[in-house]
């Protein structure tokens, strides 16, 4: 893109850094070095007319930020160029347009950019004042699934387009590179493709290296050039230490866990066959669970009943059952229980392998008389219900069972929509990593430890407890849907009404 990079530049009104800083100035802030010098490389790179880069930086640094700004920059110097603005989905693409269209109304240097009509000004795609016409918008929001036949850019930035939805298994990550190898027909002669981003599994098409899913053996990005910057550099020290001081780093450590860790703050994603979970790093206890009725106070109000293990009041609770009907040697059907106190640490206090025996009561109708047990038993406000496979048709017979034991549980039929190996990873690292999960004594006794020893993402095995306790972890700190209506069932417990719910990350949209 050199003729165009050329054009644009010998008429830029300041240099991008300034550019940035006199928005920052008017917003009574300053610009920290590591801004500075990702606008310096842009700006480098842009008028050096280099056309495929990559800039990969931690996640919080402000990255989709610098580079509407930077959109904003070129226009100012050269209105007539069509940036297209590519993410994951339109929502996301949507918001780089926003922000572009901010700068625009409200920079000092972008004035002249307004157009005359308002209709050419949406949320979607804007069109500056600029010479001549065009049936192309001058900035253009799109989804990568879109369909972008017919439209042309000078520049096309894609801005996290790799995300957990777009990646999490072969097939989406090979549909992903096609979609993405599409742009090339979007681009004229000389445009500038600019990929935003962090990684977000090992096969990243943002990596460097081949990594066993790349054609020919080349990567992605091959002839990119790159700018990454990890929030540590090579000397242990943070490239933010104004907002990501030492105490924060190991804050975000410890919430998000080693293996995402490292991938969205280290750019480094760890290959999942490397990933192990192992038992002697959660603690045991053998406290019971102790339930303590309200009452009333000497006001006469209501007081909250109260569910404690060890002395420690817990405020949330979540049960997953991973139902299964196959031989003995096979699939068992599970159910995990998990409790979370007000300071974020859960006990994994139950996971259960249900048993069927012989006799004239069906498969289904033993284990949700055991399920139905358990839940009276740990006094469980909520139980999800995993209905993919065998799980289709239990949450109605589940609640028969619980009317007629008179057991009050709101029943969440869930299919899960991810990998399993994805959901245990993401339950798991964080919690064992930082000391926060716990499991109780009876748990040890069962194949749960065994299964965490042998666990090894993408290899078959049985993981069936893993991956139910995984399920109530993800579960927990979400708000479950209204409760079928039945008069006949009572309400779920209420002891946890007084505390602060733990806020866990799931794929739960309950």
């Known amino acids: 893109m050199k003729s165009g990079a050329a054009a644009a530049s010998a008429s830029a009104p300041l240099r991008f850094a300034e550019f940035v800083a006199v928005w920052t100035l008017q917003q009574g802030q300053t610009m920290p070095a590591l801004h500075i010098g990702i606008c310096d490389w842009l700006e480098a790179r842009w008028r050096s007319g280099d056309r495929e880069l990559a800039l990969l930086v931690f996640r919080g640094a402000g990255k989709s930020t610098l580079v509407g700004f930077f959109v904003a920059w070129v226009l100012a110097a050269d209105p007539a160029l069509r940036v297209l603005v590519v993410a994951a989905d339109l929502a996301l693409a949507k918001k780089m347009v926003r922000h572009v269209r901010r700068i625009v109304e409200r920079h000092p240097l972008c004035r002249a950019l307004m157009p005359e009509r308002i209709d050419q000004w949406a949320a979607d795609q804007i069109t500056v004042r600029r010479p001549g016409g065009g049936r192309d918008p001058s900035v253009l929001a799109k989804g990568v699934e879109a369909n972008l036949t017919g439209s042309r850019a000078d520049i096309v930035i894609c801005d996290d387009v790799e995300v957990p939805n777009t990646s999490d298994t072969s097939e989406k990550r090979a549909q992903l590179r096609q979609r993405l190898a599409e742009l090339e027909y979007v681009l004229v002669p000389g445009g500038m493709q600019l990929f935003v981003g962090t990684p977000h599994c090992y096969q990243s098409i943002y990596a460097a290296e081949p990594r066993g899913e790349d054609e020919a053996g080349r990567v992605f990005l091959d002839g990119f050039l790159r700018l990454e910057l990890p929030l540590i550099d090579a000397k242990g020290k943070s490239l933010w230490p104004e907002r990501f001081s030492e105490r924060r780093i190991a804050a975000i450590r410890r919430r998000t866990g080693p293996t995402k860790f490292a991938s969205q703050m280290l750019l480094a994603p760890v290959d999942p066959r490397d990933c192990r979970l192992d038992p002697l790093r959660i603690a045991r206890y053998g406290e019971p669970i102790v339930y303590d009725e309200g009452g009333r106070a000497d006001s006469g109000e209501a007081l909250p009943a109260i569910l404690s293990i060890g002395g420690e009041a817990m405020v949330q609770a979540s049960a997953y059952w991973d139902p299964a009907y196959g031989k003995p040697d096979g699939d068992a059907s ?177």
């Open 334 to 510: 599970v159910v995990a229980a998990v409790f979370a106190d007000a300071k974020g640490r859960l006990r994994l206090h139950r996971v259960a392998y249900l048993e069927v025996g012989e006799g004239g009561e069906s498969a289904a109708d033993q284990q949700c008389r055991q399920v139905a047990d358990l839940v009276r038993e740990l006094r469980l406000p909520r139980l999800v219900v995993e209905t993919s496979g065998a799980g289709l048709f239990l949450p109605g017979l589940l609640r028969a069972a619980f009317r007629e034991r008179r057991i009050g549980c709101a029943i969440i039929p869930h299919a899960p929509s991810r990998p399993k190996d994805a959901r245990i990873l993401e339950a798991f690292d964080a919690l064992i990593s930082s000391g926060r999960l716990s499991a109780h004594a009876s748990v040890f006794t069962t194949r749960f430890p065994t299964e965490m020893r042998e666990w090894r993402p993408g290899a078959s095995g049985h993981d069936d407890g893993i991956d139910a306790a995984a399920g109530a972890i993800l579960a927990l700190g979400q708000r479950p849907p209204p409760a079928p209506t039945d008069a006949e069932a009572p309400s779920p417990p209420n002891w946890g009404a007084t505390g602060r719910p733990y806020q866990a990350k799931t794929e739960f949209d309950l």
